[in-house]
């Protein structure tokens, strides 16, 4: 195992993410607790010390196994990590009532890490808002030895991600964020990883497969990869990669079988990051997939001065390719949804008249319009 030092600590690189548990009949709230219990002392046996669950993974039902399938360990064996559910703006008032539950349900005494949970466009006004006292109270619990690293975990644009750290910043020891070959470019993930370097604030990853869209591409693109590494899996490129990027300190991986833990751990036997010509590959792969699914919009705003309601259709479309990137994968494509839910209905894709204005100016001559349509569709 792969291990890294986190403030006088060894952390396993290979977290195990408990959001993707094996599940009876595919009820994703019904926990196949034999199968995981069996994963979980898999990954202790081979290494693993990191074990990462949430409120409201597994419908709530991920904190309660994790800590059960823990609780036969000695508790410095192992670090055990939990959210504050900030993705359901109802929570916001709650910080308390859920810390509280949380350490019942694991049935331990503190967390080794705890994450201001999803810091998005949708809930940065409220975590940032005082009345609710989340960031006072979490702070308190981590005076108290109840909380032993602080942190937070970020889905949103770059503004938002700037914005929280300039108002917590200082007392954020590490931020999770959805870190991969596709997303280094489409998600601006280079230039996040960049700025918590310069802030010394080590990054945890989500998302290293993008919900499994990584672990099989088409038979061009593993070609290009095989001749230059032909003993490594397809799935560990994604993984070579992250190893590559300076600041990452742990990797978690949703593994839902024990097929798919054990390809993962004999992936971080050993640290293989990838050389100057592998990144290239790599990358050249990235901008072949995003380009055949994304709507090639080059953000030059021609289109907005033209959309008699004042869309942003720049950022709208940006959206839409996150929501096709993902779904077409077999994901859930909840980042999209999340962030039209902070603007305005009269903002929103189906406020779009379809007068095709906008698609006068285009330069990449794209059909906006029909965009949108679909936009809505797809999103209900």
């Not at 060894?10 to 009949?25: D, E, Q, T, W, Y």
């Not at 939990?82 to 009532?97: A, C, I, Q, T, W």
């Not at 902070?342 to 379809?354: D, G």
Request: charged fraction near 25%.
């Amino acid at each position: 195992m792969i291990y890294k030092d986190f403030q006088g600590m060894k952390l396993s690189m290979l977290g195990f993410g408990a959001m993707r548990l094996p599940v009876i009949n595919g009820n994703d709230a019904d926990i196949d607790r034999e199968q995981a219990f069996k994963m979980v002392d898999t990954a202790i046996r081979n290494g693993i010390n990191y074990f990462d669950t949430a409120w409201g993974y597994h419908s709530g039902n991920s904190e309660l196994v994790m800590g059960e399938a823990l609780s036969k360990y000695p508790r410095d064996q192992f670090y055990l990590t939990s959210k504050f559910p900030g993705y359901d703006l109802s929570n916001m008032p709650k910080v308390e009532e859920i810390f509280e539950k949380q350490l019942k349900k694991t049935g331990v005494d503190y967390f080794d890490f705890y994450l201001f949970h999803n810091v998005c466009e949708m809930n940065i006004e409220q975590y940032l808002d005082p009345k609710y006292g989340i960031y006072d109270y979490l702070m308190e619990q981590k005076r108290n030895g109840r909380i032993r690293h602080l942190g937070f975990s970020a889905h949103g644009e770059m503004d938002v991600l700037t914005g929280f750290l300039d108002a917590y910043g200082k007392d954020m020891e590490f931020c999770q964020l959805q870190v991969n070959y596709l997303d280094w470019s489409f998600q601006h993930a280079k230039e996040k990883v960049e700025l918590l370097n310069r802030m010394n604030i080590p990054v945890w990853v989500m998302e290293p497969l993008r919900g499994g869209r990584l672990a099989k591409l088409e038979a061009p693109m593993e070609d290009k990869l095989k001749a230059l590494r032909p003993d490594e899996e397809i799935p560990a490129w994604a993984f070579r990669f992250l190893e590559t990027i300076p600041g990452v300190t742990v990797i978690l991986s949703g593994m839902s079988d024990e097929e798919q833990l054990s390809a993962n751990l004999a992936t971080f036997e050993e640290d293989k990051p990838l050389n100057d010509r592998e990144m290239e590959v790599l990358m050249g792969i990235a901008d072949d997939m995003m380009s055949r699914k994304s709507v090639p919009c080059t953000a030059c705003h021609y289109c907005v001065s033209h959309c008699p309601q004042g869309l942003d259709i720049p950022y709208l479309l940006s959206l839409y390719n996150e929501h096709i990137l993902t779904t077409d994968a077999g994901g859930m494509g909840f980042i999209a949804p999340m962030a039209l839910m902070a603007i305005p209905e009269e903002n929103r894709p189906a406020a779009c008249l379809h007068c095709r204005s906008c698609e006068q100016v285009c330069p990449q001559q794209i059909l906006i319009s029909e965009v949108m349509s679909d936009f809505v569709e797809k999103i209900g």
